[in-house]
T-cell receptor, first 113, second 115 residues
Framework: DAMVIQNPRYQVTQFGKPVTLSCSQT?????MYWYQQKSSQAPKLLFHYYDKDFNNEADTPDNFQSRRPNTSFCFLDIRSPGLGDAAMYLC????????????FGPGTRLTVT | GENVEQHPSTLSVQEGDSAVIKCTYSDSASNYFPWYKQELGKGPQLIIDIRSNVGEKKDQRIAVTLNKTAKHFSLHITETQPEDSAVYFCAASISFTGGGNKLTFGTGTQLKVEL
């Protein structure tokens, strides 16, 4: 089945230690998104890629970076995680065109100790 | 930017009853309105959506309505079942100029279906 895959599902990192979360998709969608979802809150868009074009939300901290080496993969890098960065990180994909559906992966739960 | 309000924040119904969740949005440029179901520890699952040129859409026990003039949209679940228990998010979407679309989510409704 075509799907959005996130690894790992659970990640523990230390305060200030860089961490990378990964997302892959078999849907062949040209847009990929990263969302942050804190406990009992709604998902909040951090940035998205349209093909190789990176688009940052204005209020996304500089501590968050992303890479998309090819159509299928996208990475979220947190350069110096703080306690406030503990959250669920969700990857989503969509295909530009008439349809706007975004399909989400299962998420990575990040804990910062 | 877009602002989406969602009510109620919690909703408890008896199995077999109907559940209604309501959302309002602020930006008239929003043109697509999906609803997501999120179970504990999982990613949001798209359950139904509606586009701005449509007033109502139904899929089995789930229906959505959209009033563009009033900037309201609602989710209706009939004949609720225990497996419907989850957090439901509404969202309003605006297309990015370069491609893709920005989803602004409501604050979520915790639906509990009791036996």
């Amino acid at each position: 089945d075509a799907m959005v895959i996130q690894n790992p599902r659970y990640q523990v990192t230390q305060f200030g230690k860089p961490v990378t979360l990964s997302c892959s998709q078999t849907l062949n969608h040209n847009v990929m998104y990263w969302y942050q979802q804190k406990s009992s809150q709604a998902p909040k868009l951090l940035f998205h890629y349209y093909d190789k074009d990176f688009n940052n939300e204005a209020d996304t901290p500089d501590n968050f970076q992303s890479r998309r080496p090819n159509t299928s993969f996208c990475f979220l890098d947190i350069r110096s995680p703080g306690l406030g960065d503990a959250a669920m990180y969700l990857c989503a994909t969509s295909y530009t065109g008439v349809l706007h559906e975004q399909y989400f992966g299962p998420g990575t739960r990040l804990t910062v100790t | 930017g877009e602002n989406v309000e969602q009510h109620p924040s919690t909703l408890s119904v008896q199995e077999g009853d109907s559940a209604v969740i309501k959302c309002t949005y602020s930006d008239s440029a929003s043109n697509y309105f999906p609803w997501y179901k999120q179970e504990l520890g999982k990613g949001p699952q798209l359950i139904i959506d509606i586009r701005s040129n449509v007033g109502e859409k139904k899929d089995q026990r789930i229906a959505v309505t959209l009033n563009k003039t009033a900037k309201h949209f609602s989710l209706h679940i009939t004949e609720t079942q225990p497996e419907d228990s989850a957090v439901y998010f509404c969202a309003a979407s605006i297309s990015f100029t370069g491609g893709g679309n920005k989803l602004t989510f409501g604050t979520g409704t915790q639906l509990k279906v009791e036996l």
